[in-house]
């Protein structure tokens, strides 16, 4: 069996480079020239961590190729992934609009029996909408099925994730075509969950809305805990070791980012919505993280007994959405930022992998590539990233580059027994009434 992928994004490379890395071959489409030619060359601007190795591993091989040729990289696959973005409309719609034109496109390329499988995020409905356009596009004989195969790796641990798939849901009504699939993923995973196109399409996205959901949560409960002197990493440890709680996803801090949560909330909502539900706890879910996003400027504020930031310089350590990425879409620094300067502040910004991402928003940040020249002569510090950086830095040095040693920490990541050894005026989410 050959392999084709439509969209050179990290979903649709990191599953082309894991197939092609378990011996099948593969060939990857995207329209963009240049990526195709950077890929083509083992170049990746995506920071994924094993990913660029593997690239190149396979490239050598000669298991992978890319191609700007639409209808090579239909022509080439029995079963062909479709990995390409579905951005955030005006109105809160998933815009499907390029899955849908591929459609047309796939339908008059079409050359043999082929399974299509969507791995985008779209809402129920969609590979019903795209099983009818191929089929009104194709005028051979033969036949091409849709399938929902939505994908649920994480940033920053794609490849782990995809050769340790915790499932794969098949969503198809053909049971010879789920077996086939669930034979191509036997080596990735060991539960299938078979289903039909609309329930495979929601099982994506009920689980960024409960994922979304339980980070709300655990961050209203951390503003509960600062009312009450409790401490939320106990909290989640006492609450998540119930196995009907589990213990990830408890992490409090300044809120969910990234370019996956945030937008399939707005999108689940609207959905519903659409279908006559309100989506009552989710529209709250994405209402508290609105709110927690902003948290360390309050904090900020409240340390300094201050009501603008005019003359103060802000270190911001941490600029990507989470860590081991340079991922910046819907990063809790860009609105932190953005209110920095809105407050009158400087800010004096660290990040291991995602500067050049932000320079391209923020020209007039200082950018330092050293967390000891970020903090040096600020007037505060904030931790929005727990990059291990930032985790491991020698704070023990810093009343040496403060004045007055303040740190709002966003992440909960720094011990509160060393803060107070340091004599650092330390705030963070859910255990600052302690101190
Ligand atoms: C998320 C899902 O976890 C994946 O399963 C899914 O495949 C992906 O979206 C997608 O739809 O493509 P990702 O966006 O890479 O993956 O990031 P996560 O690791 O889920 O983190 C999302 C946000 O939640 C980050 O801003 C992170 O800092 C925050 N978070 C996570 C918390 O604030 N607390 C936690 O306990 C966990």
Not at 122 to 135: C, H, K
Request: proline content about 3%.
């Amino acid at each position: 069996m050959r392999l084709s992928v439509i969209g050179c994004g990290c979903v649709g490379v990191v599953t082309a480079v894991c197939f092609a890395e378990i011996g099948y071959d593969v060939i990857c489409f995207d329209h963009n020239e240049e990526k195709i030619n950077d890929l083509q060359k083992g170049r990746i601007n995506i920071y994924e961590p094993g990913l660029k190795e593997l690239l190149k591993e396979n490239l050598q091989k000669g298991r992978i190729k890319f191609t700007i040729s639409l209808e090579e990289c239909v022509n080439f696959g029995d079963v062909i992934f479709i990995t390409v973005g579905t951005p955030l409309l005006l109105d809160g719609n998933l815009d499907v609009s390029q899955i849908e034109l591929l459609a047309k496109q796939i339908g008059h390329f079409v050359n043999g029996e082929k399974i299509i499988a969507i791995k985008s995020t779209v809402p129920a409905g969609t590979s019903r909408l795209i099983q009818e356009v191929i089929d009104s596009n194709n005028k051979t004989y033969h036949k091409c099925s849709v399938i929902s195969c939505p994908e649920f790796l994480r940033e920053g641990l794609a490849i782990s994730d995809t050769f340790n798939m915790e499932r794969v849901v098949i969503g198809t009504d053909d049971p010879c075509i789920a077996n086939l699939i669930e034979k191509l993923y036997s080596s990735f995973s060991k539960n299938f969950v078979h289903t039909n196109w609309e329930t495979a399409e929601l099982i994506k996205l009920a689980s960024n809305a409960f994922l979304a959901t339980k980070i709300s949560f655990i961050n209203e409960i951390a503003n509960i805990c600062d009312k009450c002197g409790a401490d939320v990493t106990k909290v989640a440890l006492g609450m998540g070791l119930d196995s009907r709680i589990g213990v990830s996803y408890l992490k409090a801090g300044i809120g969910y980012g990234g370019s996956c949560l945030p937008k399939d909330t707005v999108a689940s909502v609207k959905s519903a919505e659409d279908m006559g539900y309100d989506f009552e706890i989710l529209r709250s879910a994405i209402n508290v993280n609105k709110k927690q996003l902003l948290k360390p400027i309050e904090l900020l504020l409240d340390a300094l007994r201050v009501k603008d930031l005019s003359g103060k310089v802000i270190a911001v350590l941490g600029l990507s959405f989470k860590p081991d990425t340079n991922d910046i879409r819907n990063s809790p620094s860009l609105p932190i930022i953005k209110r920095i300067f809105e407050l009158g502040g400087t800010v004096n910004a660290y990040d291991p992998v995602a500067i050049p991402e932000v320079k391209k928003i923020f020209p007039v940040v200082n950018y330092y590539s050293e967390i000891d020249d970020a903090i040096s002569g600020a007037d505060a510090v904030l931790i929005l990233t727990e990059w291990d950086h930032i985790k491991k830095f020698d704070y023990g040095k810093i009343s040496a580059l403060m004045d007055n040693p303040l740190i709002i920490d966003g992440r909960n990541i720094l011990s509160l027994e060393e803060m107070e050894k340091y004599k650092v005026n330390y705030y963070s989410i859910g255990r600052t009434a302690l101190f």
